[in-house]
């Protein structure tokens, strides 16, 4: 167990701002990126068993939530703080907001901190593209796009790149945020319609997208919007009192959940009996469990986000990020001489005082710093190792 | 509910390294700034009911383990990342490193991201030796002190300050941590006995601190070796399956926890049977509870780290780098010109690329940016409010 050699007084930890993220997308394109994070979240899901998983702590307050969402597995740490705000856009702040970190598990020092806030709408589209790719029908063209805020060209873009779907329709409460999304629809290539309500939108949909960002039990999808054979993407409602779907519409196909105690208190099926059916997602990647079994049927994805797919994100964005030399050392955790001998900061603090944050090369600070764990890409059904190098 | 202006494409989040810490306690002392924490510490206790509390959330590995410690008010959300890896200091790095952020609870954006490794140490000292300022004999000279590694010096310099203990009695099974220890007390003009056993070190002492590293059920102190009149600071106990406390001691008087679902579980007192009674400390800073009843009466303090000191800490080192001029802000969270279109960000990254770290005067941040809570010094026992201005 070495460590990386100290150049200064700190341990080495890669800080990526949005403006990294967002090089990272200018330099692969945001289609590109998406898949290569589901990529990342399918190879951690099929591993699912190797992961210390909790539903995620939060802090609920009259104007939203804060969330804390942690997972690991043997060699990996990660955590993710986000809000949610609904709010938030009348005093000119994103709805979500989110910062979070990997750790090594063998010593618990931080590797990675980063903005999450760009990531996490990244890999929010990343797993909905990828659970379709699974369960909504091969031929799907045209998506309805319910919601059109800050998340909605993610979703459509990585369905777009994913699964080739080139027609959306959209409709929002708010006709600003839809001309948004079809001014930047149009300049990807893509057909955008902009429809009058939400019914509208979902007529001659192959999948139907929702992502609203009210903090209420909202019916977004009524018994009888969506014709057979549709796959329905709910992505907006994903915390207790958030809903936006009719729990009829719920009922009327299988729903495909990502860690099943998280979704039944956050979920749209959080309005459904305890012992309604469903099935995580891992075990369709990994082939135990079945998605859709006729072209003719309605499924569902109640996605409420869960912390692995942060990890898989944070994963992809620190070797991006490596392979493309960007991010900064941050000044976060001091290194010592002795460590039995913290005190030892602070008796010449004037002439240890550095930058906060130093150019990587410092460091020589690499993706294996990173200490994020090799994926195993095809299914396995091998027992999680406990131990390591 | 107005935001501070924005200068440029980040919101202002005020970060301060493991440097701009030391350089607070180089400004004001080492006693000082521990006796100032332990007041922020006091003021927030007594607001005890105004806060949602959880028990800590943990990773634990074959290493050791990772916890995230949240609390909220109404106004102000904190949350600490921290691990505990007692063979750390084989390969070099410390037992504990730490960081956290406090966030605005209207809004949920992180207003202050910190080092708290260095912090943690603080902090800890100021509440041990806050309680032992109530529960204490008030005409205690001497300290022992059991485990000479990174928070010791931090221990004394604490009781040495708030209480006015100057002579300490040393010992470590690592005689060089001991040797360490003894030259930084006899810096600060303090009496250091170095020690062959705990129970030598116990001999004469009014106050007995423990704060060894082991994750195992240790027994430092054992029935006799507290003369009467004692007070136990039982620091180093604080996960499950690691303790320093023989049960016996423990019952021997009364015994004062932080916040008790967390203490049974992490505390010495998991030795115990669950209805063994404690006293939460909050109760004895109110004055709703008494301390120590008589002269000759042991006391215990089992300390396991509470969220809501380092909520506290955060706000004094927030407010002393805004009165020093300490800190940067970093690019954590992108400021949106139109908070739904995210999407944005990624139009022009080229153009719009800045540093990672600016100067505080660009964002002409402030101490109310922080968005800290004004403490009420005074108990008090008005209802939790919910409103905000």
């Known amino acids: 167990m070495t460590q990386p050699a100290l150049h200064n007084a700190h341990l080495p930890t890669l800080f990526l701002s949005s403006d990294d993220i967002a090089a990272v997308v200018t ?26 998983k909790s539903p995620r702590l939060a802090n609920h307050s009259k104007q939203g939530v804060i969330e804390l969402m942690p997972v690991s597995d043997d060699t ?18 994103p709805t979500v907001m989110a910062f979070g970190c990997l750790a090594r598990v063998d010593t618990g020092a931080p ?13 929010t589209a990343a797993t909905s593209a990828l659970v379709a790719k699974h369960v909504a029908r091969p031929d799907s063209t045209t998506m309805a796009i319910i919601g059109n805020g800050a998340q909605s060209e993610f979703q459509c873009l990585g369905f777009a790149h994913m699964l080739g779907i080139h027609m959306f329709r959209l409709f ?13 629809l149009a300049n990807a290539g893509l057909l955008a319609t902009i429809c009058d309500s939400a ?10 997208t929702t992502v609203t960002a009210d903090k209420t039990n909202a019916l977004i999808i009524t018994p009888g919007m969506l014709a057979a054979g549709t796959h329905l993407n709910a992505v907006g409602g994903d915390c207790p009192g958030k809903t936006e779907i009719h729990p009829q519409v719920l009922a009327s196909g299988p729903v495909f959940v990502e860690f099943e105690p998280q979704t039944r208190v956050e979920g749209d099926i959080q309005m459904l009996d305890p012992d309604f059916a469903v ?19 309605i499924t569902v994805f109640d996605s409420v986000g869960f912390a692995l797919e942060d990890f898989s994100a944070m994963r992809y964005m620190g070797q991006a990020a490596h392979d493309l030399g960007l991010g900064q050392a941050l000044a976060l955790i001091p290194a010592l001489a002795d460590p039995k001998n913290l005190f030892a900061l602070l008796e010449q603090p004037h002439q240890r005082r550095g930058p906060s944050l130093v150019a990587l090369d410092t460091f020589k600070m690499g993706s294996s710093a990173l200490h994020m764990p090799v994926p195993v890409p095809v299914p396995s059904t091998s027992p999680t190792t406990q131990g390591r190098s």
């Open 111 to 123: 590797t990675l901190v980063s903005e999450l806030t760009l990531t996490t709408a990244i890999r």
């Open 172 to 184: 929002d409460v708010d006709a600003t945020a839809s001309h948004k999304l079809a001014r930047h």
């Open 76 to 93: 990996t740490y990660s955590v993710k703080y986000v809000n949610g705000h609904p709010k938030n856009f009348m005093t000119g702040l």
């Open 27 to 52: 330099a692969r394109g945001l289609g590109a990126v998406i898949a290569g994070v589901a990529t990342c979240i399918e190879q951690d899901f099929v591993r699912w068993e190797d992961f210390d």
């Open 279 to 297: 099935t995580e997602l891992w075990r369709v990647f990994k082939g135990e469990a079945t998605g859709r079994t006729h072209p003719a049927q």
């Open 199 to 208: 019914a509208q939108a979902c007529e001659s949909a192959d999948i139907v």
